[in-house]
Structures are given as structure tokens and as C-alpha cells.
T-cell receptor, first 116, second 117 residues
Framework: AQKVTQAQTEISVVEKEDVTLDCVYETRDTTYYLFWYKQPPSGELVFLIRRNSFDEQNEISGRYSWNFQKSTSSFNFTITASQVVDSAVYFCALSEGGGGSEKLVFGKGMKLTVNP | EPEVTQTPSHQVTQMGQEVILRCVPISNHLYFYWYRQILGQKVEFLVSFYNNEISEKSEIFDDQFSVERPDGSNFTLKIRSTKLEDSAMYFC???????????????FGPGTRLTVL
């Protein structure tokens, strides 16, 4: 069974601080995909990143970076030099690949508040 | 840029009434999904749809729910007799044909907020 755990429910930081959002996942499949989505106060889901289970290379995109470690079943997300516009709920999600409906299983989300 | 659209953006209904939430997926996409997010909670998978039939459904998707692709462009979610606990944001998503052993990005619509009174 698939499961995603985001242990932190809410974090509040001051602008320019770095913040790391934790994500731990469970799956029995060897082929799977991990995602991060951002949900701003307006409510839409904004896709941030997808990684597949065969690619453990960390990724950096501007102020965002992701650390994927299969050994600990974690896919953590770091925002460097946070900004007020980063305030949102962030969801980690998992999908088992290889055919079928490829549904996304989401974690409970982590609300990030960045204060000026 | 093509996008998934959903109507209405907000629907208010009385308990026991039927509602139909509408989605227009991206035109060349073949897989369609509905997800639900109760306020303040996580996004939950409801159902996936391919080739005019349900591919997979969750435990939430009981007999009160149905999906349909009535005309080749719309994808609808019907709730027959709404309950208070159906109040949630409902997201539609679509993706291209699935790559063998791979995954295609699901594009999400902006959501329909359903309020059951």
C-alpha cells in the first residue's frame, strides 16, 4: 500500500530563512514517482517537481532543492532564502508506476508561513 | 498553454440534492481523474477513468458517485444525494496516454468548491 507522511503540519519562518519540508513515503513497488505540489491560498495545485525511483540525483531549481534518499524513503524539499510568496501549503505525493491508473497519493500537507 | 477547466468554481447545494461537477480536460489527454480535498485536509483520490470506463476508484467513491464523459470533451462527476460531509474542493485532472512503465504528468484544474448546507 502506498503512504506518504509529512510529519510537520505547520512551519512559520521569517523571510530569508531556509526551510526544509520533510516527506517520508512507503511503497512496495520498485518503480514509483514522487512529487511536490504547492497550494497557495487561492487553492489551485501547482506542480513543482517529479522524480522517479531510479533517479536519486538531487535537484536544484532556483531557490528550491530536493533531496531524494531511497535508503530512508525520504524526499525532502528545501526552500532557500524564503520569501513571503512562498507562503502556501505544500504537499508531497507518490504514484506507483508501471501501468494502471497512476493515481496520486498525497501526504497531509505542510502549511508554510513566511513572515516579512 | 492548454489547461484543464472546471465549472462552476463554487457550488452551493442543499443536503440530499444531486450535483454535477464539470471538467473539460486537455484535448489530447486520455486519462481523467477526480480528487477531493476536504477543507484543511489532504487531497484524496476518488476515481480514474480511461477508455470510457472507470480504471480505479477509492473507498470514498461509493454508489452516490458516478462519472461520465458524455460528449468527448466534458468529464463530469455526479453526486446523487449530497451529504454535509461531501463539502470539499473537487479537483479534476487529466494526463496523456500512460507511458509503459512510466508516468505522465497529471494536469490539475482549478477546482470546484462544493458547499452542502
Amino acid at each position: 500500500a502506498q503512504k506518504v507522511t509529512q510529519a510537520q503540519t505547520e512551519i512559520s519562518v521569517v523571510e530569508k530563512e531556509d526551510v526544509t519540508l520533510d516527506c517520508v513515503y512507503e511503497t512496495r513497488d520498485t518503480t514509483y514517482y514522487l512529487f511536490w505540489y504547492k497550494q497557495p491560498p487561492s487553492g489551485e495545485l501547482v506542480f513543482l517537481i517529479r522524480r522517479n525511483s531510479f533517479d536519486e540525483q538531487n535537484e536544484i531549481s532556483g531557490r528550491y532543492s530536493w533531496n531524494f534518499q531511497k535508503s530512508t524513503s525520504s524526499f525532502n524539499f528545501t526552500i532557500t532564502a524564503s520569501q513571503v510568496v512562498d507562503s502556501a501549503v505544500y504537499f508531497c505525493a507518490l504514484s506507483e508506476g508501471g501501468g494502471g491508473s497512476e493515481k496520486l497519493v498525497f501526504g497531509k500537507g505542510m502549511k508554510l508561513t513566511v513572515n516579512p | 498553454e492548454p489547461e484543464v477547466t472546471q465549472t462552476p468554481s463554487h457550488q452551493v447545494t442543499q443536503m440530499g440534492q444531486e450535483v454535477i461537477l464539470r471538467c473539460v480536460p486537455i484535448s489530447n489527454h486520455l486519462y481523467f481523474y477526480w480528487y477531493r480535498q476536504i477543507l484543511g485536509q489532504k487531497v484524496e483520490f476518488l476515481v480514474s477513468f480511461y477508455n470510457n470506463e472507470i480504471s480505479e476508484k477509492s473507498e470514498i467513491f461509493d454508489d452516490q458517485f458516478s462519472v461520465e464523459r458524455p460528449d468527448g470533451s466534458n468529464f463530469t462527476l455526479k453526486i446523487r444525494s449530497t451529504k454535509l460531509e461531501d463539502s470539499a474542493m473537487y479537483f479534476c485532472a487529466s494526463s496523456e496516454d500512460l507511458l509503459a512503465g512510466g508516468w505522465n504528468e497529471q494536469f490539475f484544474g482549478p477546482g470546484t468548491r462544493l458547499t452542502v448546507l
